[in-house]
């Protein structure tokens, strides 16, 4: 792996020589760093110089439009089909394509349960400025890996630096809301959306708010933004699921009355077609009846 030439989690700018390349020791350049013909990797945009993982280096920029790039995990939606491929809106310039064998165990007799409007994680494994992009739900190994058709939950756009930052694994943004006894699933992508998946609409709201809030509150005071979103989900009331059965509270007698009122009218209108069916039916028999007798 080569060194870098610059501190980790400094601030760089266009023109910054930040790695060299060799044939011994190569590394992977992500957005904001490009590769020269003499082997240097120079910044193109202001940042925070950063590493992914192991021999990943990037530049952290505020960014709102999303730039594809190859390997990058994303969050999309299906927004059409047009033969074998499904077109993912990604959030970038080109929808993806996202062919129905990119799926664990997909073959042309089980093709996988994907409709338009779905919510899909997966990874690109080809994007070029000139073409869309390509989508594939497997990893290397043809196994899912966590990516494929999200059920349920609610997804939201944030900005793609925002995104970055909450895969980073030093940002404890998440980890803190966990620890304040917030239950919730979330799937983030890398190009500014974010999943979530909660017991209740309150807490994904609170964890919405958030991630949201965090694009504005500076890295140390992320404690504040968190105790923040604890207070507001404390005074949300509990809405109830919609097959409880919901108690009237004290006072509502006059709803209560009304209610009453309204199942009683109910039953008159009932019983009434109730009895207005059985005469129209004894007419009708009672005439069919007469025409026979004519006829003899």
């Not at 042309?108 to 349960?113: A, S």
């Not at 494994?125 to 190994?141: F, K, Q």
């Not at 940002?171 to 190009?191: C, D, R, W």
């Not at 109830?240 to 009237?248: A, N």
Request: with cysteine; glycine share 10%; proline share 4%.
């Amino acid at each position: 792996m080569a060194e870098p030439l610059v501190e980790l989690e400094s601030v760089v700018l266009p023109g910054d020589v930040v790695l060299r390349q060799n044939t011994e020791k190569v590394s992977c350049i992500g957005p904001g760093l490009v590769l020269q013909n003499d082997g240097s990797v120079v910044c193109d945009r202001a940042g925070i110089f950063r590493r992914f993982g192991t021999i990943t280096y990037y530049v952290d920029f505020l960014q709102n439009e999303y730039v594809p790039s190859k390997g990058e995990y994303v969050l999309g939606v299906i927004r059409g089909k047009a033969g074998d491929d499904y077109s993912v809106d990604i959030g970038g310039s080109f929808k993806a394509n996202l062919s129905y064998l990119a799926f664990e165990s997909a073959t042309k007799k089980n093709r996988p349960n994907v409709e338009i409007g779905d919510v899909v994680f997966g990874r690109l494994i080809s994007a070029s400025s000139d073409s869309e992009p390509e989508m594939a739900c497997i990893d290397a190994g043809g196994k899912k890996n966590c990516m494929g058709v999200l059920q349920g939950g609610h997804m939201f756009a944030t900005a793609v630096h925002t995104s970055r930052r909450l895969l980073h694994s030093k940002y404890p943004l998440l980890s803190l809301l966990a620890q304040k006894g917030i239950k919730f699933e979330v799937t983030v992508g890398m190009n500014g959306r974010v999943w979530i998946k909660a017991s209740s609409a309150r807490e994904v709201l609170a964890v919405k708010q958030a991630i949201l809030a965090s694009e504005e509150y500076p890295d140390y005071l992320i404690q504040d933004n968190v105790e923040n979103a604890v207070q507001w989900l404390s005074k949300m009331p509990c809405v109830p699921l919609e097959d409880e059965e919901v108690t009237p509270a004290d006072g509502d007698e006059e709803n209560q009355q009304f209610e009453e009122t309204k199942g009683s009218a109910i039953g008159t209108r009932d019983e009434d077609s109730e009895v207005s069916k059985t005469k129209h039916h004894g007419n009708r028999n009672n005439g069919s009846g007469r025409r026979k007798s004519r006829k003899k």
